[in-house]
């Protein structure tokens, strides 16, 4: 079984204070807690503060997004070089960057391969529309995702894949656990192992859309769900340690 993580996505909250105090409370109630790797994604403004915030801990950071280039005349983005010691992890093609930021899957393929190509590790996101779901086409959209945001990569050491649909983000309306894992252990777990082989099998696989301490215990219980990506619920520092402990309990029984 690939090693639990929780992520938490704080996307543009937080002024530089705030992700300081975030990070340290998060760090604080972390403390007796083992069995799930934890990653907090701050804004690109707050990434130095959160990495010397939780130095000396086992707590991860990550950036939200990332060019693909390395450097050059793009206004107002970060490149992955750039990020290169500011942390381990960067997530890319979320729905907020594919539907508010126009970012289609060659686009995100290309951010893809300059995060491994900088040792960076990619938390890839997927996850059909209500709209897409609802017409019947969620599996072929994020098999298509899968297959596209992938494409020409052949290691996928530090892959992290998340599974977001649309309508369950931000809504309170999260999927069912069921809906969850048959997306994740089916069309995802299928693709990558299509794809990849038995190296698919070393990658997480996260659910993510309104998770929170009530339901997270629903997710991890499932065998083909290894964590979470959280967004609104990571800006509690209780909160945000709270899913992770009920996914690290919920793991070490499974
Ligand atoms: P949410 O966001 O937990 O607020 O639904 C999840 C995400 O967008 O990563």
Redesign the pocket.
């Known amino acids: 079984m690939p090693t639990p993580v929780v ?1 938490g ?1 704080w ?1 543009m909250n937080t002024t530089l204070a705030e992700a300081t105090a975030l990070a340290a409370g998060v760090r604080e109630g972390m403390k007796a807690l083992r069995g799930v790797e934890v990653i907090l994604c701050p804004p690109f403004i707050s990434l130095a503060a959160v990495r010397d915030a939780v130095r000396g801990s086992s707590i991860k950071v990550g950036a939200q997004n990332m060019h693909f280039e390395k450097s050059g005349a793009f206004t107002g983005e970060v490149s992955a070089a750039m990020l290169q010691g500011l942390c381990d992890y960067v ?1 890319l093609g ?3 960057r594919r539907q508010l930021f126009g970012e289609d899957d060659g686009l995100i393929n290309r951010k893809v391969k300059a995060a491994f190509a900088h040792g960076l590790r990619p938390i890839l ?1 997927v996850g059909e529309t209500l709209e897409q779901r609802e017409s019947g086409r969620a599996a072929q959209v994020v098999g298509q995702q899968v297959k596209a945001g992938l494409a020409g990569v052949h290691d996928i050491t530090g892959l992290v894949v ?1 599974y ?1 649909p649309v309508w ?5 309306r ?1 999927a069912t656990p069921e809906i969850a894992a048959e997306v994740m252990g089916g069309t995802i777990a299928e693709a990558l192992r299509e794809l990849f082989g038995a190296a698919a099998g070393q990658v997480p696989l996260l659910y ?5 301490p009530g339901n997270v215990a629903g997710y991890a219980g499932q065998a083909s769900i290894h964590g ?7 800006l509690q520092a209780a909160q945000f340690v709270e899913i992770a402990r009920a996914t690290a309990a919920a793991k070490a029984l499974s």
Do not use: D, Q, R, Y
């Not at 369950?168 to 309170?172: D, E, M």
């Not at 993510?208 to 929170?212: K, L, R, T």
């Open positions: 992520a996505n996307k997530i979320h729905s907020e996101c998340a977001e369950a983000i931000g809504t309170g999260a993510g859309g309104s998770v929170n979470a990506l959280v967004g609104g619920a990571s």
